[in-house]
């Protein structure tokens, strides 16, 4: 489970853009030079689910110091969603889709990877959402104001 990062989504009246892999609410556009592991040299834009309220989050993961060349940002899992208030704080989320891919040789050129980008590999248990449940790119982030 997340922490609610309510110190910083208190003082912050829009809703986040995207989460980090440690489920710190981001507030600007993203950009892989963003990610908390300056070290990274890849880094990769998800989309996933809830499990239990089926809200969808736009959420970060990089690559750590070693395993940059197994880095396959379709076989990820994010775990835990970003903290919302919700039972499903505590369960694995649903991995969806890799929106973004970024890679970089030198430490300040990074380069998109399209290529790595597309729908992850769901678990068998998964039951898609009803097309009620399933945002529009505008939709994208969600957010609750936390208590
Ligand atoms: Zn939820």
Not at 49 to 65: A, L
Request: hydrophobic share 30%; proline share 7%.
């Amino acid at each position: 489970m997340n922490a609610t990062f309510s110190d910083i989504t208190s003082r912050i009246q829009e809703p986040p853009q995207w989460w980090d892999q440690n489920g710190t609410p981001r507030y600007g556009k993203f950009h892989p030079s963003q990610s908390p592991s300056i070290y990274s040299n890849t880094v990769a834009l998800l989309e996933i689910e809830c499990q239990s309220c089926r809200d969808r989050f736009v959420v970060e993961m990089h690559s750590g110091w070693f395993e940059d060349r197994e880095f396959n940002p379709k076989k990820l899992h994010y775990g835990d969603p970003p903290n919302h208030g919700c039972v499903g704080d505590t369960m694995n989320c649903i991995d969806l889709r890799v929106l973004e891919v970024w890679h970089r040789e030198s430490f300040s050129v990074w380069q998109r990877v399209k290529l790595l980008e597309g729908a992850m590999d769901a678990p068998q248990w998964f039951v898609p959402a009803p097309k009620s449940k399933q945002m529009t790119k505008r939709k994208r982030t969600r957010t609750r104001a936390s208590n």
